[in-house]
Each structure stands twice: as structure tokens, then as C-alpha cells.
């Protein structure tokens, strides 16, 4: 079992249609979290934090749930250009921060 | 401000041939990533430097990668000799310090092909 796994995609939504992706890690020393983007070709880019409390930012709300080990990410409102893969990223302290990236989930807004 | 500068974009060679890339991270990050992208999978770390030095090379397949950051700047990873599964997109990262909460910043990355 991979230390971080996402629902596997792709997700095909309309625009103006709310979408969930789930992220689960295995690790329960993991510290922080993240949900990063990546366009078709291009390199990933921070998308967000996700804070214990949850957090949002516009369109876009993070939760985290310690307990259940898992994160979320919402998306209200989908545009077009909302287009891309959505990588968790995990990290939790060893000796130095150990950094794990999920396998992505793909979203397609459709017109 | 300038971001993660990486060279070559593409490169195209044979197996058992020899490989270099190239990163500049952005001025003043003393982190710096490596990473290896294969298609429809998220990064996976190879590498990464406190300034110098190498804290963390566990999925560095030592026997043919090898990896510098010389005066803790610019980096170069290496292939050698280059095997048909490391097709891949390579990409360097770099953040300011080792806090977990500082971004990453990725450049554009080097697609590799090994034919």
C-alpha cells in the first residue's frame, strides 16, 4: 500500500458542478498537508494548505481529518479552467521533512 | 524574480548512454528537489539538499544516479549508464528553508526519453 493514495480519476464534471477528491496517508506522524495542481505538461504549483481547522480559499475548501487520516479538497463552481490533476502532498519530520506526493487525481471540466 | 530554471527541456538518447540536467533553483532557497515524474503518477523524491548537503537520497538508485550541489546553488543529477524505464520527466524544486510549511517551487522539469 502506497503511503499517500487519491481517488483515482479522471473526474469528467460540468462547469458550475461541485466535486470532492479524497487523499488518504497511512502515516499518522504525517504533519502537514497540501494540495498542489498540475496543468497537462506543465509542473506542479501550490494550490493550498490544508489546516487542522479547514480551511478555504474562494472556490476551494480544504479539510483535513486527522483521525481518519485523510484530507479532502472541494471545488465549487468548477471553470473550465479548473482543468488539471490534483496532487496530495503529505509531510511528516524524521530527522529532516520526509515529502510524499499522491498519484494525482485528473479533473476535466466540461462545457 | 526568476523561477527553478532546469536544462535541457527534452532530451532524447540511447540506453547505456550517459545523462545530465541542470537546475537553478531561485535565489536564496536553500532547499533543493529532485524529482522523478512517470506518466499519470505524482513526483516521487530522488533527492534533496540542506545547501550542500544531501539530507534525504533513500529512492536514489545509487548505482547509476548520482547527484551534486556544489556551494550549495545550482545542482546536477546524473544518469549513467541510462536504462529504457528512466523515461521520465525529471524535475528540480526548491524552497526556502526546511520548514514543512514553506512552498515548493517546481521548474518546468526535463523530459527524458531513453530509447
Known amino acids: 500500500r502506497k503511503e499517500v493514495e487519491q481517488d483515482p480519476g479522471p473526474f469528467n464534471v460540468p462547469e458550475g458542478a461541485t466535486v470532492a477528491f479524497n487523499c488518504t496517508y497511512s502515516?499518522?506522524?504525517?504533519?502537514?498537508f497540501f494540495w498542489y495542481r498540475q496543468d497537462c505538461r506543465k509542473e506542479p504549483k501550490l494550490l493550498m494548505s490544508?489546516?487542522?481547522s479547514g480551511n478555504e480559499d474562494g472556490r476551494f475548501t480544504a479539510q483535513l481529518n486527522r483521525a481518519s487520516q485523510y484530507i479532502s479538497l472541494l471545488i465549487r463552481d468548477s471553470k473550465l479552467s479548473d482543468s488539471a490533476t490534483y496532487l496530495c502532498?503529505?509531510?511528516?519530520?524524521?530527522?529532516?521533512?520526509?515529502?510524499?506526493f499522491g498519484p494525482g487525481t485528473s479533473l476535466s471540466v466540461i462545457p | 524574480e526568476a523561477g527553478v530554471v532546469q536544462s535541457p527541456r527534452y532530451k532524447i538518447i540511447e540506453k547505456k548512454q550517459p545523462v545530465a540536467f541542470w537546475c537553478n533553483p531561485i535565489?536564496?532557497?536553500?532547499?533543493l528537489y529532485w524529482y522523478r515524474q512517470n506518466l499519470g503518477q505524482g513526483p516521487e523524491l530522488l533527492i534533496r539538499?540542506?545547501?550542500?548537503?544531501?539530507?534525504?537520497d533513500s529512492q536514489l538508485p545509487k548505482d547509476r544516479f548520482s547527484a551534486e550541489r556544489l556551494k550549495g546553488v545550482d545542482s546536477t543529477l546524473k544518469i549513467q549508464p541510462a536504462e529504457l524505464g528512466d523515461s521520465a520527466v525529471y524535475l528540480c524544486?526548491?524552497?526556502?528553508?526546511?520548514?514543512?510549511?514553506?512552498?515548493?517551487?517546481f521548474g518546468p522539469g526535463t523530459r527524458l526519453t531513453v530509447t
Open positions: 524544486a526548491s524552497s526556502f528553508g526546511d520548514d514543512s510549511d514553506y512552498e515548493q517551487y
Open positions: 502515516n499518522s506522524a504525517s504533519q502537514s
Open positions: 490544508v489546516y487542522s
Open positions: 502532498v503529505v509531510k511528516r519530520r524524521t530527522s529532516y521533512d520526509k515529502v510524499i
Open positions: 535565489s536564496g532557497h536553500n532547499t
Open positions: 539538499y540542506e545547501n550542500e548537503e544531501a539530507v534525504d
